[in-house]
């Protein structure tokens, strides 16, 4: 093996508590995302409007998630890279992938961007958005769009960061972006009256000083991972293999948000209210998935740095632990969220159709949310070990083909909400059920070694 790396060396020590030590930055960062969601919404909710909540929440959401969420999700690809390469100790190599990954994502977020102003309307009215949001989606559509070169950068150097073991800083940043953007929020709305226009100017502004906080941080350290001016560029043995494993992520990400899409078109059928009930159940469950993201995120860079160390005596502890790990906060966070559901809604709004609305939409996913732990476990793993298509396959069918072919049949013949949400519960059985027995079958730790060939 070649040097060790000084950093957060993820090889050594107690794999349990190494795992939450490294995890719970994560966590809290996607914890003060949430809060920050939250937040966003009540400013939109009661000082805004309902209709302006539906602009900001429905399928304005869904085109974020599934644009944005594609690239964001091809980083991990970069990451898995750094942090084999890392826990292999070779320096030289850290060095080349960050300044690579980073010149990478700032030009795909420059692209992406021209693509967002230019297509905002047709993609919109393309998700039968309702007329009376559509003219706000568009304005905080476009706005955003303006942010997301500094949003795929910011990603991608935090990814760096959490690849080679430090999730504190990317932790630290997040908040500052937060709280500004909090501040920014109430000043632009509250004060100016800005509107729609107001939150998402308040969203870019915060997204460009996170990612300003994060280049510093890699400018001035002094670790391997270090940013040079001259190292930004395209490098192809490196480009190949973040590729190679991030595009089949940003095509997970891209099925399930298709499907979210395609399944926001139904909730647009129920009418207005349930629009905004859908968008504000997001919010108010949304730590979940924020948590249950930041453990997948930990896993994959533990893993990562083990194998590229050569522990894999250290990855099959880390799946058994990651496994009862998830369970306990998965149980632990549907208990309190159906509990505070209701107390927290009528905080965020003061619409009384919306607050039940939202309420039925939580007793149908809530409950189920321990169905979720095997897919998001397991997946982190084959993740973090290089084994990127088959995984994508078995979500591509279980969650995505079969939430698109529910839509496209019952629920057209029973036209409830109840219908619409079971295909979520329904698909991740079905899919939690294929990635086990995968799982267990597959060669996946021997195929992550090849990353660390040339």
Partial sequence: MEERLSGK???????????????????????IQQLYNAVDGLIVGRFVGTTALAAVGGSSAQIINLL???????????????????????????????????????????????????????????????????????????????????????NMESNMLRAVGDSFSPFLYMVAGCLSNIVLDVLFVLVFRWGVAGVAIATVLAQVLNMALLTLKLLRTREPYRLSLRELR???????????????????????????????????????????????????????????????????????????????DRVKL????????????????????????KPLLHVLTDDAAVIATTYE?????????????????????????????????????????LRILWILTLFQWFHTLFVLSLCYVVSWVVTGTAMAVYFRRGGWMKRGKMLLEH
């Fill in 234 to 312: 395209l490098r192809g043995v490196y480009l190949r293999n973040m590729l190679r494993l991030g595009l089949p992520s940003g095509l997970q990400s891209a099925m399930y948000n298709v499907s979210n899409m395609i399944i926001q078109v139904g909730v647009n059928s129920l009418g207005t209210v349930v629009v905004a009930s859908w968008a504000m159940s997001g919010k108010t469950d949304g730590i979940f998935w924020a948590v249950s993201n930041a453990l997948g995120a930990a896993i994959t860079s533990f893993v990562g740095q083990n194998l590229g160390a050569g522990r894999q």
């Fill in 9 to 31: 060396d993820l090889t050594q020590g107690a794999v349990w508590k190494k795992l939450l030590i490294f995890f719970l930055p994560i966590a809290a960062g996607t914890c």
């Fill in 318 to 341: 880390c799946v058994r632990q990651g496994l009862i790990l998830s369970g306990i906060i998965t149980v632990s966070m549907s208990g309190l969220i159906m509990l505070l559901g």
């Fill in 68 to 154: 944005i969420g594609f690239f964001v999700a091809t980083t991990a690809g970069a990451s898995v890279v750094i942090a084999q390469v890392y826990g292999a100790g070779r320096s030289q190599d850290v060095r080349l992938a960050a300044g690579n990954a980073v010149a990478v994502f700032a030009l795909i977020g420059l692209a992406l961007m021209g693509v967002g102003l230019l297509a905002t309307p047709g993609m919109l009215r393309l998700m039968q958005t309702t007329e009376d949001t559509l003219q706000e989606s568009v304005l905080y559509l476009r706005i955003y769009f303006l942010g997301v070169p500094f949003v795929l950068v910011l």
């Fill in 361 to 401: 939409i939580m007793t149908y996913f809530v409950p189920f949310y321990f169905t979720w732990t095997v897919i998001e476990v397991l997946s982190a793993v084959l993740r973090g070990a290089g084994d990127a298509v088959r995984p994508v396959v078995i979500i591509g069918l279980g969650i995505c083909l």
